[in-house]
């Protein structure tokens, strides 16, 4: 097990439905980061933005973007995760990739589609929410829209960090703002929020607010808004166990089935 995890989150543009530039792009942003880091973290559909355009821009999971980043992975020593178009069973998914320096990924598709843009329209629901076990860390991966659904995202299995990609507007920004401070609060755990900036291509801006919460909702980056930025977070098992011991809050948890 591993006392601390360092995470980069990479806040960037993107450039609309164009992986093959994204991907490039974001070769050139993992290679500058000159620390080692065991975690690099990508906004929602890197390679592509927040497109309904599926047919034009979905992969497969033996196409290019999953190649590239095992490729990335290996050689940097570090696990990549991030949202791509997949076509899987002739059906459509806004899936999260975690991808390990071994190769292994675990994926989890996105359970909240956005009805206010008609994504459910166009992409399946998953139905199953997905811990991840990294180096001796519990990593519960969203995207984007699940973190309006607090029992989603609810702390049954005492994981460590909450990770949400996303492509979120600015004009809903607070909403993004105060619910992963929510999240990381109501949880007890680290919630790391990775957002895109730049405008879309249907004309909708973005401004990032890329931000990590300790357990206690404090903000822990300083990620600039509406500005592509890089920044390395360290986390703590200590500051974990330290609070959960001191306040115990997660044993009064309510208990409940979801149907």
Not at 223 to 232: A, D, L, R, W
């Amino acid at each position: 097990m591993q006392e601390q995890l360092k995470v980069a989150l990479i806040q960037s543009d993107l450039v609309w439905e164009n992986p093959v530039q994204n991907r490039a792009n974001f070769s050139v942003k993992i290679d500058a980061i000159s620390e080692k880091v065991d975690l690099v973290v990508l906004p929602e559909m890197f390679t592509t933005g927040f497109t309904m355009n599926a047919e034009k821009v979905a992969e497969t999971m033996q196409g290019d973007t999953v190649e590239w980043m095992k490729q990335m992975a290996s050689k940097h020593k570090t696990a990549l995760v991030g949202s791509i178009v997949i076509s899987e069973n002739k059906k459509y998914y806004n899936r999260l990739l975690f991808v390990e320096v071994s190769g292994d990924i675990s994926i989890y598709d996105k359970k909240h589609t956005f009805t206010l843009a008609g994504e459910e329209k166009t992409y399946a629901s998953g139905d199953e929410r997905v811990i991840v076990n990294y180096k001796g860390w519990k990593i519960c991966t969203l995207i984007c829209y699940d973190l309006r659904f607090p029992v989603w995202a609810r702390n049954t299995e005492d994981y460590d960090v909450l990770l949400y990609v996303a492509n979120w507007p600015k004009p809903r920004i607070n909403a993004w703002d105060t619910l992963l401070n929510a999240r990381a609060i109501e949880n007890m755990s680290y919630c790391i929020g990775v957002n895109r900036v730049g405008v879309d291509g249907i004309d909708i801006e973005h401004c990032g607010h890329s931000a990590a919460y300790d357990v206690l909702g404090y903000e822990i980056t300083s990620i600039q808004p509406s500005k592509e930025q890089i920044e390395i977070v360290t986390l703590e098992k200590q500051h974990i166990q330290k609070y959960r011991n001191a306040l115990k809050f997660l044993n009064d948890r309510d208990n409940f089935n979801l149907r």
